[in-house]
């Protein structure tokens, strides 16, 4: 069984973690759930989730200020770790081993160890700043995935977009899902008719 770590931080677009939480548990994959306490107010605000809902998705939740968790050693093994949403704090923390929460512990422990870790920073525009930090993780072995969406699958809801990036996610850590469509090519004019017309837009 995969083991994953999740932190839900408090950037936009919380919903993002929530249906992650909802489709590992779905996979039967174990996860450590982290939420700052902005995140916890986010999800009250931007969606119908009551806290207690969101962290009984989880096989299990850490406290943020518990640097004594299992989580915050790299003797505790993992498959890695993503933060969803990412903060520009958080990556900064990340960036910089500024480890003053489990949130960026963990985050650390995983680079260390050489596991994997997805950071999905939620932030637009970006400076040269955000930039640099961003390439700095990426130097260190982390994977930057922001929530972009595709559109060759031709999304009809919120919720397939939202899947779309989450079935990246999974893809970086090999969990087979059926979230989206993958592209397998163009065989006919007829397949790209939707695109000529957004190209020619």
């Not at 003797?75 to 910089?96: E, N, Q, Y």
């Amino acid at each position: 069984m995969k083991r994953i770590v999740v932190g839900i931080t408090g950037a936009t677009a919380v919903i993002y973690g929530i249906r992650l939480l909802e489709v590992l548990a779905e996979l039967n994959v174990e996860t450590h759930l982290i939420l700052s306490e902005q995140a916890k107010r986010n999800i009250c605000i931007e969606s119908d989730f009551e806290v207690n809902t969101v962290e009984k998705l989880a096989s299990r939740v850490h406290d943020i200020k518990d640097m004594a968790a299992s989580i915050s050693s790299g003797s505790f093994k993992t498959d890695g770790m993503v933060i969803v949403p990412c903060t520009i704090k958080t990556l900064s923390g990340v960036a910089h081993s500024y480890n003053d929460n489990l949130i960026v512990r963990a985050a650390d422990v995983a680079l260390k160890e050489r596991r994997k870790l997805v950071l999905m920073v939620r932030e637009t525009p970006l400076h040269k700043g955000h930039l640099e930090m961003m390439g700095r993780v990426a130097d260190l072995g982390g994977v930057i995935l922001p929530p972009v969406p595709a559109f060759y699958n031709a999304p009809k809801t919120i919720k397939d977009i939202i899947d779309h990036t989450v079935g990246k996610i999974l893809d970086q850590f090999d969990i087979d899902h059926h979230l989206f469509r993958r592209w397998e090519g163009v065989e006919d004019d007829t397949q790209t008719s939707g695109l000529n017309i957004v190209r020619s837009g």
